[in-house]
């Protein structure tokens, strides 16, 4: 297992835990977001397994996740869960671009959970600097504002330069597969079957479940896409 340093750091309004493996102050950054009612310190576990591969990694707390969750997040879920839900993936994304400005040194991985997943499909989609995106149990279509111009789903060509593994769970009946397919179909139409640049596994046995066969998937997409 390799060393790193762990530190809590902000940028505006977002914290996250910034990993530093030892020697690596200039290694590739991988940015691991966590799903809905989960927090930096839930998923600091997956930030570590890309540390100790030699990767610097910045494990991101959404918006009235975690620390920043607040007396009112629940009744803002309760009242308007779509559109709460939908604040949450667009300002963590915007506040992870604003990130990238003081930590990245060039190109960036990035995967989430969930909720993380579809700020990881949004986060990609409109910015270049995020060349690998593991997107796990998410979706890139916006429900809470399908007409909205981020919608990742309706940009497939935002996706071009993106070394792309979705992965979700066929019976999944929380976040559907339907929609990550549809934009994986969209892509292999537009980047041809043999891309060795994208990929989907659709686990034909799992609901909304994250087993470490994802993260073991991912941590070796990104270790092929954006060697350390």
């Not at 940015?31 to 576990?45: A, E, F, M, N």
């Not at 559907?176 to 891309?195: N, S, V």
Request: with cysteine.
């Amino acid at each position: 297992m390799g060393l790193f340093t762990q530190e809590e750091r902000f940028v505006g309004e977002l914290p996250f835990w910034y990993l530093v493996p030892e020697g690596g102050d200039r290694a590739p950054l991988v940015v691991v977001q966590h799903g809905y009612t989960g927090s930096k310190d839930s998923d600091l576990k997956y930030g570590v397994a890309y540390a100790e591969a030699g990767y610097r990694v910045a494990v991101t707390e959404a918006l009235h996740h975690g620390s920043r969750g607040g007396e009112n997040r629940e009744a803002s879920f309760a009242a308007d869960f779509a559109s709460t839900f939908g604040a949450v993936v667009e300002q963590t994304s915007v506040e992870i671009r604003a990130m990238l400005d003081e930590y990245a040194f060039g190109e960036v991985a990035m995967t989430g959970i969930s909720m993380g997943g579809f700020i990881t499909f949004l986060t990609a989609s409109q910015d270049r600097r995020v060349t690998v995106a593991c997107p796990l149990i998410g979706s890139p279509f916006t429900f809470w504002n399908p007409l909205s111009e981020k919608n990742p789903l309706s940009f497939p060509e935002r996706f071009d330069h993106v070394a792309l593994l979705i992965q979700n769970g066929v019976l999944d009946e929380v976040v559907r597969i339907e929609y990550a397919q549809e934009l994986f179909d969209k892509l292999i139409h537009r980047r041809g079957e043999a891309d060795q640049r994208l990929r989907m596994i659709a686990y034909p046995e799992l609901a909304h479940e994250f087993p470490i066969e994802m993260q073991n998937e991912s941590l070796a997409w990104v270790k092929k896409h954006l060697p350390a």
